[in-house]
């Protein structure tokens, strides 16, 4: 399989305060994973792309310094969500893929963050 | 850069029949076309893909067909049951690993 884990999938906090969700692929290396955003009867949004080991990419319009991005290892990545406020409240989902050359992605389960 | 539109954004069909949710692409760069389910609240889960390189696959009750000259692929599902009720999103890629999706299909499968 390609199994793919988020944790948690909801989360509940206050303005101000910074939030980790972790992504893990439990019976693959994931060179390559991803995090997206999804606001309610939308599309998936590409925020950034991370690579084992290097720093992640961000999409143009995603503030690195608030959704921080570590990829540690080949089969964990973590997105933390720095000062969260109101508007940042969505369903984030990571995906990953196998490995270089092979494009599949296979997504988590996602995680529904609300900020009060 | 890429650009993936997706048609209906809502399907209603009688359990029993036929559903088919069309997307096309405008970089003709773009080999993979995978299709997505996703469920309320859930993330999206791979059903079929298919590479520039094959027309068409088939797999049960859910095909894809890729018309490469005319940059459009769709995906069909027979015999559609109450359970295939869901959001559907079809994406490109040029195997430069990012996603294009398309805007997603909501498609109800009435008993």
């Known amino acids: 399989g390609a199994v793919v884990s988020q944790h948690p999938s909801r989360v509940i906090c206050k303005s101000g305060t910074s939030v980790k969700i972790e992504c893990r692929s439990l019976d693959f290396q994931a060179t390559t994973m991803f995090w997206y955003r999804q606001f309610p009867k939308q599309s998936l949004m590409l925020m950034a792309t991370s690579n084992e080991g290097s720093k992640a990419t961000y999409e143009q319009g995603v503030e690195k310094d608030k959704f921080l991005i570590n990829h540690a290892s080949l089969t964990l990545s973590t997105l933390t969500v720095t000062s969260a406020h109101p508007e940042d409240s969505s369903f984030y989902i990571c995906?990953?893929?196998?490995?270089?050359?092979?494009?599949?992605?296979?997504f988590g389960p996602g995680t529904r963050l609300t900020v009060l | 850069g890429e650009n993936v539109e997706q048609h209906p954004s809502t399907l209603s069909v009688q359990e029993g029949d036929s559903a088919v949710i069309k997307c096309t692409y405008s970089d003709s760069a773009s080999n993979y076309f995978p299709w997505y389910k996703q469920e309320l609240g859930k993330g999206p889960q791979l059903i079929i893909d298919i590479r520039s390189n094959v027309g068409e696959k088939k797999d049960q009750r859910i095909a894809v067909t890729l018309n490469k000259t005319a940059k459009h692929f769709s995906l069909h599902i027979t015999e559609t049951q109450p359970e295939d009720s869901a959001v559907y999103f079809c994406?490109?890629?040029?195997?430069?690993?990012?996603?294009?999706f398309g805007t997603g299909t909501s498609l109800t499968v009435i008993p």
């Open positions: 995906s990953a893929t196998r490995g270089l050359g092979t494009d599949t992605q296979y």
């Open positions: 994406a490109a890629s040029n195997t430069g690993n990012q996603f294009y």
